[in-house]
């Protein structure tokens, strides 16, 4: 058969892009998710390398924040000390001043403050200072005014300290807070005021504030946080591909076994695995490729072992062809004179004819079972009409039909389109169960079904003769199985009638199923899928048939034809009025 | 009738009863056992139909056929151990008219020999003038086949298969019908038979075996005739 293919349709090809760049990449944006989900489920190396970044990340995360505030507490608690020491230093040089006068008048007092700010300036580190009088005392002391420097004018001292230092009046305490100072530049530091109680003995209670500026220990701390994250992201990244080194040398050895063994599961059976060193991936490669060996063997074997019975079923086939040809050559012109003959050697001659085609039909059947056997049954494809096929059969089987007075109806509601099927296979099932619907029909009616549905074609043969019990219907497909070895055989089987009809059915992808009650009749159905190779589905005919109760329901079913013309346009699927059998004889 | 009939089989029982069988039906036998022999066997005595085994010693069956095939279009029967598509098509494609499965009855040899040697039945109803199919000319009385001037070598079947679409260039043909009228059968047969000749015979008679003008493909259903063509230069 030649088919013309149509040409293949490229008109879809050609299109301009520039247009969709922009939803393009939303589009890839927004797929990221789901790629990222997709390596993740596919790549063991891409999981291991972001569980590796995770894992490190946290880990080096936690380190650097320890480190990072441990050594920040160590720098403010060192520059700390520093700022009391030196403010003590320079509250104890005041009061010093202050003890070793004795003066009571404003003015003097106002010099005396003046000579110990002088002295704290120089004495001290901090250029931030303040001396507040202590708030509670009478006109003599609040007649000085306040001196502080511009940076702590603009309440950088907090009235808790101020409290405090107020509350600790005539002691030598240092009171501290941490503050943020402005500085020069418009912007803050970070700072710490230390407050004392000062008292001039006969000028009453005063404050004194030193601001220290830690700008220079916040640099450093900031100067090591930078420093430890550069360290702690190379450090992952290190790790990163440390760990991607690790995977790949282990994953490549892997990915090839697993690309090897595909190529074995596909049947390159010689290909293995590169055997290199003696580690574990060499120990893995080395027994998988010892495995590949044996199994190269076996099949090798299996393969051989096959072809020497299909080559051995092929020759004795031809061996015992040939001399087989010459005895039913030989017989039948034997059996062609046999009127000539005495009564007994005619009666032989008859004999030897009938079993040679006896043996014949065993012969061939043996061979198509071990064909089968072998699997080298083969598909002979074409579309054909079911109906059409059936038809066919019916007629070929009619002369045995009526020889024992069955009458053949055929019944068909649909099927009448051409399904893809090996029509000499289908024929040989769809006659090998007319020829048993005949011997065990007792001579009722015969009724061949046949319909379709979306996935399926069926053709179901029923008669109404002796039946068998369920056991017997369980074991009909078996090979040389007789329902009843005491029963006279009329067609004369070989007993791989029904097997042959399931392996053919299988080959298709189809199903020979069998229902059957005793004395209510048989029912097999044979079920094909109507384009090859996909799956079945539901029949289209019902098992048990629908007429089960009643005797002989032929007219019932409406099932008037008998055979009908055949006309290759027709792709319907409704019944059509048939004609008698004068169709098929003219050309 | 005495149809000279050569038969190619190595099994001398199988042989001497197909002789004997032959000769009842009054054809002569002529017998090569040797597939090396069979060519030197065939140019001597001319035959009018050969049987041949396609399992024989010295040479296959098969390169037997091709041999007779490039000499002449005499018509093979091969007589075939094997159903198996492969031999079968095998045989088919290097030429073989027909084939028969061992074992096989007298009677069934007889008519496939018979429908083989009578002379083709579609000319009974006598045509006047010759038959025309795509830019092909058929002269059925003399049996040739013509393309413009030039002529085209067809079997006896090949010739037979063109008549049967040319004769009725309305008809349609499905492969049973061809099976009938061409080969013989009457009932199922392996439509194979047409597939594999019908793609001999459009390698002769067609310009593009591939896009074929004269055997046209119905598809789902059969063959029919190339609508004809009237020749550019007329003979």
Known sequence: MATSAAPARTSRSSRSGRSHIGPFLAREWRAWPRQIVGWWRLSLQFRTIVITIGLTTVALLGAGIYTSVSIGNDLFHSRLNQVLLDANQAAKTAQTIFDASDSSNDGSVSTLLNSAQTKITSSSSSRLIAIYAAPGQDQTATSFLPFASPALTTGVVSDDLKAEVTAGAGTQTLYWQSVVLPNGSGGTDPGIIVGSPLSIPSGGQ??????????????????????????????TLLIALVAWVIVRLVIEPIKVAAEVSEKLADGELEVRIPEKGDDIIATLARSFNGMADSMQGQITQLAELS????????????????PLTTIRLAGDLLYDKRESFEPAIGRTAELLHTQTV???LLLSDLLEISRFDAGSADLNIEPTSLVRLAVDAIDQMRPLAEAAGSEMRIFAPGGHVEVEIDARRIRRIVTNLLGNAIEHGEGRAILVSIDSNVSAIAIAVRDYGIGMSTEDAERVFERFWRADPSRKRTIGGTGLGLAISLEDATLHGGQLE??????????????????????VGTSPLPLPPEDTDESDPVEDTGAHLLTRSYDPTHTFDEPVELQPDAERAGG | MDARILVVDDDPALAEMIGIVLKAENFEPIFCADGSQAFAAFTSSRPDLVLLDLMLPGMDGIEVCDQIRAESGVPIIMLTAK????????????????????????KELVARIRTRLRPSTVVAAAVTGPLLIGDIELDVAGHEVRRGDGRINLTPLEFDLLNALASKPQQVFTREMLLEQVWGYHYKADTRLVNVHVQRLRAKVEEDPDNPRIVMTVRGVGYRAGAVVQPATSG
């Open chain 1, 358 to 360: 006896r043996f014949e």
């Open chain 1, 307 to 322: 072809q020497l019975q299909q080559r051995f079923v092929s020759d004795v086939s031809h061996e015992l062809r040939t």
């Open chain 1, 514 to 535: 069998v229902w059957s009650e005793p004395g209510a009749g048989s029912c097999f159905r044979l079920t094909l899928p109507r384009v090859h190779g996909r799956p």
């Open chain 1, 206 to 235: 005063y404050q004194l504030y030193l601001g220290y500026n830690l700008a220079d220990s916040a640099q450093t701390l900031s100067f090591v946080q930078q420093t430890l994250w550069i360290a702690g992201l190379l450090l």
């Open chain 2, 83 to 106: 159903s198996d598509t492969t031999d079968v098509v095998k045989g088919l494609e290097s030429g073989a008219d027909d084939y028969i499965v061992k074992p096989f009855n007298p």
